[in-house]
């Protein structure tokens, strides 16, 4: 990739990379980095699973991760690039030490951006999940049957191909019917828009659920930026302010460094 090929963003937004799983989809979303240039990286929580490094003993940490984070520093020192790492529910142990700032590099709870003559509150969004926030084992619980389909993904996704047939995820299928299922009782999505107007903000950008989404609730917009396990998507805001979802399979990476 020619740097007359790179592409300019004001944001660029990446949440659930889960830097430390199996089955995270490091390499690419550091690919996707690597290509784009932009004045602000906002890293919106579970950026590096903490459950996960806790029970593998840091095996699914090696040369990709930390190339990551090498390609983040030359973001920051090549561009100026200011970086906002936020916490989620799998990296809590930033709760240690939220508020931080280091240079370019801040570490946050939560953030509000000004885009476009709006304000955006910025977060992770596990805070507004009352399974995540209120019954921390069930969502343990939830997190090693989450792998285990993944597991089953890869294998079954292996035979599909084997046979010419299309990927499809059981992971994703189930977790978005368990997220539905559970949508009343937890109200996740009107939560944040609610706390969005609470706070004065006409939009909210969260991660959490690993399902990017552009829509508008009651007046404000909501803005998802998917994951990088399974969707390997990013929110990005133009310069015009206008914000869109990228979607790695649709962007040509084949030459990315």
């Known amino acids: 990739m020619t740097m007359e090929d790179r592409k300019a963003y004001k944001t660029v937004v990446l949440s659930d990379i889960h830097l430390g799983s199996k089955f995270s989809k490091v390499v690419e979303a550091g690919n996707f980095l690597s290509s784009v240039d932009c004045e602000r990286l906002i890293l919106n929580g579970d950026t590096i699973d903490g459950?996960?490094?806790q029970k593998n003993d840091n095996t699914f940490w090696g040369a990709d991760q930390s190339r990551f984070f090498r390609i983040i520093?030359?973001?920051v020192e090549r561009h100026g690039t200011e970086v906002n790492f936020l916490?989620?529910?799998?990296?809590?142990?930033?709760d240690k030490i939220i508020p931080m700032a280091m240079g370019k590099l801040n570490i946050l709870k939560d953030m509000i951006l000004e885009s476009g003559g709006k304000k955006f509150f910025v977060t992770h969004?596990?805070?507004f999940d009352?399974?995540?926030?209120?019954?921390?084992?069930v969502a343990k619980l939830g997190d090693v049957m989450y792998n285990f389909l993944l597991m089953i993904n890869v294998m079954y996704n292996r035979i599909q191909s084997w046979r010419g047939k299309p990927y499809y995820s059981f992971s994703q299928a189930?977790?978005?019917?368990?997220?539905?299922?559970v949508s009343?009782?937890?109200?996740?999505?009107?939560?944040?828009?609610d706390m969005a107007r609470a706070k004065g903000c006409q939009g909210v950008i969260c991660g959490h659920i690993h399902r990017p989404e552009d829509r508008v609730i009651d007046g404000i917009r909501y803005l998802n930026s998917g994951d990088?396990?399974?969707?390997m998507s990013a929110l990005v805001e133009e310069y015009d302010g206008s914000w869109k979802i990228l979607y790695y399979k649709d962007l040509n990476m084949s030459e990315a460094i």
Request: aromatic share 10%; no cysteine.
């Open 73 to 75: 520093m030359k973001m």
């Open 87 to 94: 916490r989620g529910n799998h990296d809590d142990f930033l």
């Open 174 to 181: 189930i977790k978005n019917k368990v997220k539905k299922a």
């Open 130 to 137: 009352s399974i995540t926030s209120n019954m921390k084992w």
């Open 51 to 53: 459950w996960q490094l």
């Open 228 to 231: 990088w396990v399974e969707t």
């Open 125 to 127: 969004g596990d805070v």
């Open 184 to 193: 009343n009782a937890s109200d996740f999505d009107q939560m944040l828009t």
